[in-house]
C-alpha cells in the first residue's frame, strides 16, 4: 500500500483519518515494510469496519493483517450495545474460535531425537487430520448439547484431560453464555463425526523445539527454557463453526435492512448486538467457542496418548490456549471508563497485559501467553501481552504470519513431495495426507513471521517471548 | 455460443471459484466444478451417487453463495464429493442434482476442505458475449 494514503503516529502506527460514512479513524500496526507489502484490500476494509454502528475508538488491524472477508484477517473492533453496537458473523469469521494450544513436555532436544519418526508416525496416527477423516468421539444429541455449553471443561469430565488444564484456556475452558438451542441441527450433523480432528488448509499439530528464549524473566514464568520440546495444535470449530458462520452470515445479511443498517460490503452484515438475531447469533457463536475448546482438548488427549505408546513417563501439561476469532464482552478503559464491550477479534490474538484478573495466578504478572503460529518450515512464538496494548488494540495481537501468495500461485511454485523431502532434509518431519495441501501450504507461500512478530513487539502490542522450530508436523 | 468453464481466481489468504456459461444455470453448475476443484482433480471423482438439493435465497447472488454452501454442507456430512451437476433456477429457488461418490483419500488427495462460500467478490453477471459469470471467494 502507498504509504501516503496514512498518518503516521508512531514508527509502527498508521492511521486511516475519517472519512465518507467512517465513524472513527482505521489504525493499522506495522512497520514501513510490512505496511508497503499490505493488500490495498486492507486499507478498504479496515475503512469499512469503522462505519459499522456503535464502534469504539478505532477499527484496528494487527501487523500480519491481509485481505479477509469483511474484517480484515488480522482485524480488531469493540462495539458498544448502549450505543447502537453490532455484532457480525462476518466480523468472527467461519471458523469461529480456531486458535493455538501450547502443551509442555518437560523433554529437550536429546531425548526426541531418537524417537522422532515413531513418535510422528503415533501422531500421525492417533490424530485424525485432513479432508474426510472422522473423530472417533460421536456425540449424541443430548452429549453434543453438554458439549456445546461445557466446553473443554466438558471434555476434562469425559476423561479427555486434567482438571488442571482448564485454568491454562481462556474462559477456563468454558465459554458462558452459550445457548445449544440457538446451534442449528445442521452444525450439530455437520460436526457429528468431526470432534478431535485437526481439519485442514494451514491447521496442524507440531512438535517444536525452543530455538532461542528472548525474555528470560517471562519464558521462566511460563516454563519455558532453550532446548525444551513443546506440542501446539492449531485447530477451531470445525464443521459446527462453519455452519453457525455460514448460516449467520446469511441471515444477517438479509435482515440488516430491517434494522437499519448500511453495510458497505455484504460481508460485513451484522446485527444490533440488542436484537433477537444478535442474541441468537451470540449464543451460537459461544456455543461454537465450546465446541472448538472441546475440539483442541480431545486432541490433546490423543496427543498425550500417542506419546505415551513412545515416551511412558511423560507428562504434557498446558502452557495455554487461545482463540482467534471470537467476539467476546470485556471491560475495557475508554478515555478513562471502565466500558464494556464486545470486542471482535478476527484472525487476532487476545494479548492481556500483566495482572489482568483473567489471566492464571501463576503467571498473572507475566501477561497473558500469546501463540503465534508460524509455517512447518520457519517458526513459531510465545509472546506476552503488555499493559500498553491493552490501551492500543482493546488488549490484543497478531496471529500468525499471513499467507503472502495466493494457494493457486502456490501450487504452480512448488511440489508437496518435494516440500517435504526438502524440509527432511532440514530434520522436519511432515506427515500429511495430501501432497498437493502440503504445496499449498508451503512455508514460502507466507510473509516472514519474524517480521510480524517484531513489529507486533516494536509497536507494543505483545513482548517476544521465545522462538520455537518445528520438528515434526502433521499437516491437516 | 458461450463456451462454458470453470477458474479460479487469488484472494489473499482463501480461494476465488467462478463459473462462465450459456445460462446462469450453467454458470451456477460451473461454478461447483470450481468449488470441487478447490479440494480436488473433479475429473478424478465418479459420479456414481446422486443427491438432490434445493436452496432458496431472496437473490441470485445470494442463491450462489446458498447453492455453494449447500454442496459444502451435503459433502461434509455425506463425506462426498461432486463431479457432475445440474441446476435448475426459478425465481428465488434453486433445484439440482449433483452427482458424486465417497471421499477416498488416497485416489482424490483431497488438498482442503472448504469451511463455507463467502460474500467477498460475490457476483452473478451477464459477461461478454452475452455469457453468464457466477463467482465468489471461499473460505478454506
Not at chain 1, 446485527?271 to 459461544?286: E, F, K, N, Q, T
Not at chain 1, 517458526?379 to 491493552?390: D, F, I, K, N
Not at chain 1, 494457494?407 to 524440509?423: D, F, I, P, T
Not at chain 2, 476465488?16 to 478447490?38: D, P
Amino acid at each position: 500500500m502507498e504509504l501516503k494514503l496514512f498518518k503516521q503516529i508512531s514508527g509502527n502506527e498508521w492511521q486511516i483519518s475519517p472519512s465518507g460514512k467512517m465513524r472513527v479513524p482505521g489504525i493499522i500496526y506495522a512497520t514501513e515494510s510490512l505496511i508497503r507489502d499490505m493488500d490495498q484490500k486492507v486499507y478498504e476494509q479496515v475503512a469499512n469496519v469503522a462505519t459499522l454502528p456503535g464502534i469504539v475508538k478505532a477499527s484496528y488491524a494487527m501487523p500480519d493483517a491481509h485481505w479477509g472477508y469483511g474484517f480484515p484477517i488480522g482485524g480488531v473492533a469493540a462495539f458498544d450495545p448502549d450505543e447502537g453496537g453490532v455484532v457480525s458473523a462476518g466480523g468472527v469469521g467461519f471458523d469461529i474460535s480456531c486458535g493455538v494450544r501450547c502443551l509442555e513436555t518437560g523433554l529437550n532436544l536429546d531425548d526426541i531425537q531418537p524417537v522422532k519418526e515413531k513418535l510422528a508416525d503415533a501422531l500421525f496416527q492417533k490424530v485424525p487430520a485432513g479432508l474426510g477423516s472422522t473423530g472417533r468421539v460421536r456425540l449424541n444429541r443430548a452429549e453434543m448439547d453438554a458439549m456445546l455449553s461445557g466446553g473443554a471443561r466438558w471434555a476434562v469430565e469425559r476423561g479427555y484431560g486434567n482438571p488442571d488444564d482448564l485454568e491454562r484456556i481462556e474462559e477456563q475452558g468454558c465459554m458462558k453464555g452459550a445457548i445449544p438451542d440457538e446451534v442449528s441441527d445442521h452444525a450439530k450433523k455437520r460436526q457429528q463425526d468431526e470432534m478431535g480432528t485437526l481439519g485442514s488448509g494451514n491447521h496442524y499439530l507440531e512438535v517444536q523445539h525452543v530455538a532461542k528464549i528472548l525474555d528470560k524473566e517471562i519464558a521462566a514464568a511460563y516454563g519455558l527454557a532453550e532446548g525444551n520440546i513443546v506440542v501446539s495444535i492449531h485447530c477451531g470449530s470445525r464443521g459446527l463453526g462453519h455452519q453457525i458462520g455460514t448460516e449467520f452470515l446469511k441471515g444477517m445479511a438479509t435482515g440488516a435492512a430491517h434494522y437499519g443498517i448500511e453495510v458497505p460490503d455484504r460481508e460485513l452484515a451484522c446485527a444490533p448486538i440488542h436484537s433477537p438475531i444478535g442474541r441468537s447469533y451470540l449464543g451460537a457463536m459461544r456455543a461454537a467457542i465450546n465446541c472448538a475448546l472441546a475440539n483442541r482438548q480431545i486432541i490433546t488427549y490423543l496427543v498425550r496418548q500417542a506419546f505415551a505408546s513412545i515416551l511412558p513417563r511423560v507428562d504434557l501439561p498446558l502452557l495455554y490456549d487461545v482463540s482467534h476469532n471470537t467476539c467476546k464482552v470485556e471491560e475495557h478503559i475508554v478515555d478513562g471508563q471502565p466500558r464494556l464491550l464486545y470486542v471482535h477479534r478476527k484472525g487476532a490474538t487476545r494479548a492481556f497485559g500483566p495482572g489482568h484478573p483473567s489471566i492464571p495466578q501463576f503467571f498473572r504478572t507475566a501477561g497473558q501467553p500469546v501463540l503465534i503460529g508460524g509455517t512447518m518450515g520457519t517458526a513459531s512464538y510465545v509472546l506476552a501481552g503488555t499493559r500498553e496494548g491493552m490501551a492500543l488494540s482493546f488488549g490484543s495481537a497478531c496471529h500468525g504470519a499471513g499467507r503472502s501468495m495466493s494457494r493457486h500461485q502456490a501450487l504452480r511454485q512448488w511440489q508437496g513431495k518435494q516440500v517435504v523431502e526438502q524440509l527432511g532434509q532440514r530434520g522436519i518431519l511432515i506427515r500429511t495426507r495430501s501432497y498437493r495441501g502440503v504445496a499449498e501450504e508451503a512455508p514460502g507461500a507466507y510473509k516472514d513471521v519474524n517480521a510480524v512478530v517484531e513489529a507486533a513487539d516494536r509497536a507494543g502490542l505483545a513482548c517476544t517471548v521465545a522462538r520455537l522450530e518445528p520438528l515434526i508436523c502433521i499437516k491437516g | 455460443m458461450t463456451q462454458k468453464r470453470w477458474e479460479h481466481f487469488a484472494h489473499g489468504s482463501d480461494i476465488g471459484v467462478r463459473g462462465v456459461g450459456g445460462s446462469k444455470e450453467e454458470a451456477f453448475e460451473q461454478a461447483a466444478f470450481a468449488l470441487t476443484a478447490v479440494i480436488t482433480d473433479p475429473e478424478s471423482v465418479v459420479p456414481s451417487e446422486l443427491v438432490e438439493l434445493t436452496c432458496e435465497a431472496p437473490d441470485e447472488e445470494l442463491l450462489l453463495a446458498d447453492w455453494l454452501n449447500t454442496l459444502v454442507y451435503e459433502m461434509a456430512t455425506r463425506n462426498m464429493l461432486f463431479g457432475r451437476f445440474e441446476v435448475q433456477i426459478h425465481g428465488e429457488t434453486l433445484r439440482a442434482k449433483a452427482w458424486g461418490e465417497k471421499i477416498d483419500a488416497l485416489k482424490h488427495q483431497p488438498a482442503v476442505e472448504v469451511k463455507g462460500a463467502t460474500y467477498t467478490e460475490l457476483k452473478v453477471y451477464r459477461g461478454s458475449n452475452s455469457s453468464w459469470v457466477a463467482q465468489c471467494v471461499v473460505d478454506v
